[in-house]
């Protein structure tokens, strides 16, 4: 019994480190060196070009407490410049701690609301009755188009 826990332990620990490497994520351009393309990529650079995926990046930043959000209900934080953004792109929101651990029912989001104007939005799904009150955090906008 004791030898096959020994070898269980061990499988998985080789398991574990292969799987690591096989998922470790590296920035940079290295995944799609050439850009990603909606169709098919042709020699004709004015098809290439047309079928390309570019991306702008916008990004600010907040630091705001949210305060006693209610269960069913969404508070937002005041406008955010997020110099570029326009109606209708894409935001992702980054935070400087977890506040998922001490508030397991927030949901954080980010969204442009008009040009140039982002907001982070808390929404309290606490089913318990209980509210979600996250503290005075920073939060990062990136928004993208």
């Known amino acids: 019994m004791r030898k096959a826990a020994v070898v269980a332990v061990l499988l998985l620990s080789v398991a574990g480190v292969a799987l690591a490497q096989s998922v470790a994520l590296v920035s940079g351009r290295q995944w799609f060196p050439d850009g990603v393309f909606l169709g098919p990529r042709v020699a004709n650079p004015a098809s290439a070009a047309r079928n390309a995926l570019t991306a ?21 934080s005041p406008n ?44 309290s799904h ?10 005075d955090a920073g939060y990062t906008l990136r928004t993208f188009r």
Not at 59 to 76: R, T
Not at 101 to 115: I, K, S, Y
Not at 127 to 134: A, E, L, Q, R
């Open 56 to 76: 702008t990046y916008e990004s600010a930043l907040l630091s705001y407490d949210f305060g006693a959000v209610e269960p069913g209900y969404c508070a937002d």
């Open 80 to 123: 955010v410049t997020v110099g570029g953004a326009a109606l209708g792109d894409g935001c992702v929101l980054g935070m400087d701690q977890d506040l998922t651990t001490t508030n397991p029912r927030a949901q954080f989001l980010c969204r442009v609301t008009a040009a140039n104007t982002g907001v982070v939005r808390l929404c």
């Open 126 to 135: 606490a089913g318990d009755g209980g509210t979600s009150n996250p503290s």
